[in-house]
């Protein structure tokens, strides 16, 4: 079970400068990081912030949990990194013993909005933004391993 204290995510869909098919990726990712803290990550906290722009969107999620001193990705890892590759976009993964587990993907915005040169401000210097801060309570077992243990 998860226990989450406090989720919070202002997010303007409306000036997003992403697709249909964008999105989706984009929420399929955050899916993937949400379940793998819940499963892996031996976390207490997990914060995911997005930042827009006309430029396209940075999802970047962190948690607090174990780390490792090797990243070893799953099939999910792997589905994700293939499916903002496949859109033009980027994914790193970074992870220490201690330090926790992060994941960064960057995905160009969809053609039509930046070709319009749609703009998406919203609050904050960067353009539009959103974070969500969950408590990653309650571990289950660890089927797939994400890392290597330290």
Same mark, same amino acid.
């Given at each position: 079970m ?6 919070r995510?202002?997010?303007?869909d ?7 098919e ?5 929420v ?12 892996h990550? =031996? %976390?207490s906290r997990?914060?995911? $912030?997005?930042? *827009?722009?006309?430029? !396209? ?7 607090d !949990? =174990? !780390?490792a /001193? ?5 099939? !999910?890892l792997?589905g994700?990194?293939?499916?903002v590759?496949e859109?033009? +976009?980027?994914? $790193?993964?970074? *992870?220490?013993? +201690? ?5 960064t993907i /960057? ?6 909005? =930046? %070709?319009a ?11 539009? =933004? +959103? *974070?969500?801060? %969950?408590?990653?309570?309650?571990? +289950?077992? /660890?089927?797939e391993p994400? %890392?290597?243990?330290?």
């Amino acid at each position: 079970m998860l226990d989450v204290d406090d989720v919070r995510a202002p997010l303007d869909d409306d000036r997003s400068p992403l697709d249909e098919e964008r999105t989706i990726a984009v929420v399929r990712a955050v899916q993937e990081v949400v379940t793998n803290t819940v499963r892996h990550a =031996a %976390a207490s906290r997990l914060e995911i $912030s997005v930042v *827009s722009d006309v430029d !396209g969107l940075v999802v970047r999620a962190h948690d607090d !949990g =174990a !780390g490792a /001193r090797r990243i070893v990705p799953g099939n !999910g890892l792997t589905g994700m990194r293939e499916r903002v590759e496949e859109l033009g +976009g980027e994914v $790193s993964f970074a *992870s220490a013993p +201690g330090q926790g587990f992060t994941v960064t993907i /960057r995905l160009p915005a969809a053609a039509d909005h =930046a %070709a319009a040169g749609v703009a998406t401000p919203g609050p904050g210097a960067a353009g539009g =933004a +959103g *974070s969500a801060v %969950a408590d990653a309570g309650g571990r +289950g077992s /660890r089927a797939e391993p994400l %890392a290597e243990a330290p």
